[in-house]
């Protein structure tokens, strides 16, 4: 309630410029074609948003039969590097019919009226389609905005206690990760045959070393609501019997909790020997011997 409103909002500005930029780039909409496209490809998310009803990525492929290689591409602003100009022009034209065919006219009046738009218009166009695109993926904006504001948490929690952040060499054995130190984001190696790297978001090594030497291991986790924990609860067991395979039995994961995890959630977690800290009685984090 705190700071979610604020974190959608300020998205929604941002995406907002955003989205009038696509505007002048496609000429306010009158001008959705392939060579449009190609000049400006990080616009076709936007313009997803511009139709009634407003497609998905899937939905869009689908309606136009259109590659999903190039879609995805573009949805990440670029164009496909193999891809030849004849079939490129084909799949933007397939891409562009649909688009043109579906936009939400009540939102662009200035297509039926065939005129130039108003700067309100046009104010007004770019905050809801802006919201669309906000609307879609709201979730991660407020769980992103929520894990900065837990690690900032734990970061000034760790100051206070004279902790020092500090990142910890790549390739430098675990083990020996300096004391009284701890870093963010960071990656470690598992798995045997195959080596993968897994994020941990906070490594933490105590000032008294643990008798095998491993640091703290911590993953910031937030709920609004029940609806998605037990979903997401296999990740940590996941994550465990890795870490456990690669750096010993004993290695401390520990989850650093805000919101609604139920009894469901917290029994699969201490099942797999996953303990946890509630956000709002970080303090117990001393009996980890931090």
């Not at 090594?205 to 643990?210: E, V």
């Amino acid at each position: 309630m705190s700071f979610a409103p604020d974190a959608f909002r300020s998205t929604r500005v941002k995406t907002t410029e955003h989205v009038k930029a696509a505007l002048i780039a496609t000429k306010d909409l009158c001008s959705i074609d392939p060579a449009t496209l190609k000049g400006n490809p990080s616009v076709l998310s936007t313009l997803r948003m511009c139709t009634a009803p407003p497609l998905a990525v899937d939905r869009l492929i689908g309606l136009a039969d259109a590659s999903k290689n190039l879609v995805g591409r573009m949805e990440g602003g670029k164009l496909p590097i193999r891809m030849n100009a004849t079939d490129l022009n084909a799949e933007l034209t397939k891409l562009c019919d649909i688009i043109s065919k579906l936009l939400d006219r009540d939102i662009f009046p200035w297509l039926s009226a065939a005129k130039a738009p108003t700067d309100h218009e046009r104010d007004r166009a770019s905050t809801i389609v802006a919201d669309r695109l906000c609307s879609a993926v709201a979730n991660p904006i407020i769980r992103n905005a929520q894990e900065q504001r837990q690690l900032k948490l734990l970061g000034d929690w760790l100051d206070a206690r004279g902790y020092q952040k500090q990142a910890h060499p790549t390739g430098k054995p675990l083990t020996e990760m300096e004391a009284a130190t701890y870093t963010f984001r960071m990656n470690l190696a598992v798995g045997t045959t195959l080596k993968v790297n897994i994020p941990i978001d906070v490594v933490i090594q105590p000032k008294k070393l643990r008798k095998d030497s491993l640091p703290i291991l911590i993953e910031a986790k937030s709920a609004g609501d029940f609806t998605n924990t037990n979903k997401r609860r296999k990740e940590e067991a996941t994550k465990i019997h890795q870490l456990q395979a690669a750096y010993g039995e004993g290695v401390s994961f520990v989850l650093f909790l805000c919101g609604y995890f139920g009894s469901d959630y917290l029994g699969y977690e201490a099942a797999e020997g996953i303990d946890w800290v509630w956000e709002h009685r970080i303090d117990d984090l001393a009996k980890l011997g931090v």
